[in-house]
């Protein structure tokens, strides 16, 4: 008796020559509508599920393969004598390979206009049913869901050795697809339900790339995407100069890319080990970036840098006269191009900066377990300002106030934030106290101190912070309040004739 190859797929990537090479090692292949089609136009024998099954297929093709012919072939045991009899009874053959592949419901969610009943019909059930069932007797059905794998399982089948390993390869791969597959359903139906936080929290995430190492070069790593995500970033980012991307570059080239698209104006960031080292706003990217380099010269040295407007020749000139690890734009400008891919080891993305859609989930993984969040997608426009002083903020403080506190929602906490005329001056990042984090702030700002204004991710719950501000020349200070001592520091910013406004969000970032 020959064997049996069971085909139905939507990709049709290398289908013909497999068909062909499956025919010429003496397999009957049977396969359904657009496959079938495929196969016969390519003058390669094949045979209709239908004849197999005795059945049509009906209701336009929902179902065709769900049939005790085909499921008995996958799932009856080659080792156990009372499936094998059983099927002689029933007269069904066994199918010793399945190449499948599922109804595109990814692309189909993907399209801008896709309704709900589109997304339905492309929910696959007989597809993923076929190959969970070879998969679960891949030690006698050799099971294939991706066209990459045809050429392995085609070499395997010519030398008659197509292991237990390969077979046990194929199979987990299977599973991760249907996985997958199942995953993007259920995320779908549950984002059209609005339920935040279901029962039970399936994600799933497609590779893009292995990594040199993770954090340290003892540790292993990869960089997955989640599938259509909307929205900018580093997983669709486009690469066009430099040296692979490793784990760390990656994490801080994310910090980055967050902070620079709080601000619609040009502007520039400068991230260090995932804190914003500098940022600057102006009327030009070339403004906005010496903004952000003099903020602090020092630390954006062997860092990232993110632009939200095309790369010109000037800013690329000006990029190019320290050592960098990357430049993220939305593009680069020929000119700029030139200048820039002289460092053979400068790493140059390219992001779409469209903002990603509101109220996306953050994940943080913890021994164990998952946590699950809202995004920080608290801005000054969702509050009304409370000053809390007798004094309040000149238009200029204002601006700057503005602008620090778009800056300290990114910098790990305890977070200090100094800035003045457009830019950072000084930023004091994960400290275990606020004062400590204040004076390292102040510190780094020096005599640019005078006349700026300070940012703080939480509350201050005692005045020492405002007398550091103070003594060093600050003249304004936006936290969230909400101390039981806020009187406390809102009378040392009296004695001191500093004005403070609340905001009543907070921005711990751990």
């Given at each position: ?295 602090d010269p020092v630390s954006i040295f062997g860092g990232i840098v993110a632009l939200n407007r095309e790369v010109d020749a000037d800013t690329a ?158 003249k304004a200070i936006i936290q969230p309040g909400g101390s039981k001592r806020d009187q406390d520091s809102i009378d040392a910013c009296n004695k ?15």
């Open positions: 008796m020959k064997k049996r190859a069971l085909l139905s797929v939507s990709n049709k990537q290398g289908l013909t020559d497999f068909a062909k090479q499956l025919h010429e090692l003496d397999y009957e292949l049977v396969s359904t509508g657009g496959t079938k089609r495929v196969i016969e136009e390519a003058g390669i024998p094949v045979r209709s599920i239908s004849e197999i099954t005795e059945f049509p297929e009906i209701m336009d093709g929902r179902v065709k393969t769900l049939h005790p012919s085909v499921h008995g072939g996958l799932l009856a045991k080659r080792s156990n004598d009372d499936h094998m009899n059983q099927i002689e009874e029933l007269g069904i053959q066994p199918i010793d390979l399945v190449a499948v592949n599922l109804y595109p419901f990814k692309e189909t969610i993907a399209k801008e206009d896709v309704t709900e009943a589109e997304a339905i019909e492309n929910v696959d059930i007989g597809g993923p049913t076929m190959l969970r069932a070879a998969a679960k007797s891949f030690e006698d059905v050799a099971v294939v869901v991706d066209p990459t794998d045809y050429e392995e399982v085609i070499e395997g089948l010519k030398a008659e050795n197509l292991s237990y390993e390969v077979r046990r390869k194929l199979a987990a791969k299977v599973f991760r697809h249907t996985a997958n597959y199942d995953a993007m359903i259920a995320e779908y139906f549950t984002t059209l339900t609005e339920e935040a936080y279901p029962e039970t929290y399936s994600v799933t995430y497609e590779k893009v790339q292995s990594l040199r190492y993770g954090e340290n070069p003892h540790q292993s790593a990869s960089f997955y995407k989640k599938a259509n995500y909307e929205g900018a970033s580093l997983a669709n980012a486009e690469q066009l100069n430099g040296k692979e991307l490793s784990y760390n570059n990656i994490q801080d080239a994310n910090a980055a890319l967050e902070v620079v698209l709080e601000f619609n104006q040009p502007a520039a960031v400068a991230v260090k080990h995932m804190n914003p080292c500098g940022v600057g706003v102006g009327d030009t990217l070339y403004d906005a970036y010496v903004k952000a380099y003099e903020g000139a000006k990029l190019k006269e320290i050592f960098l690890e990357i430049i993220i734009a939305p593009s680069f400008s020929q000119e700029a191009l030139d200048l820039l891919t002289k460092k053979k080891n400068l790493r140059l993305l390219t992001v779409d900066m469209k903002k990603p859609k509101a109220q996306t989930h953050k994940l943080t993984s913890v021994g164990g377990g998952l946590l699950v969040q809202d995004t920080d997608e608290g801005s000054l426009d969702d509050v009304e300002l409370e000053i809390a002083t007798d004094r309040e903020p000149t238009e200029q403080e204002l601006h700057d106030l503005k602008l620090g506190w778009k800056v300290v929602k990114h910098v790990k906490s305890n977070a200090i934030v100094v800035a003045k005329g457009d830019r950072t001056v000084g930023v004091g990042a994960g400290q275990m106290n606020r004062v400590g984090a204040a004076k390292i702030a102040l510190e780094q700002a020096g005599d640019k101190a005078e006349g700026s204004i300070m940012a703080s991710d939480a509350f201050f719950p005692m005045p020492d912070t405002v007398e550091a501000a103070a003594e060093a020349g600050v001191h004739g500093v004005a403070m406004v609340f905001t009543r969000m907070r921005h711990f970032k751990h």
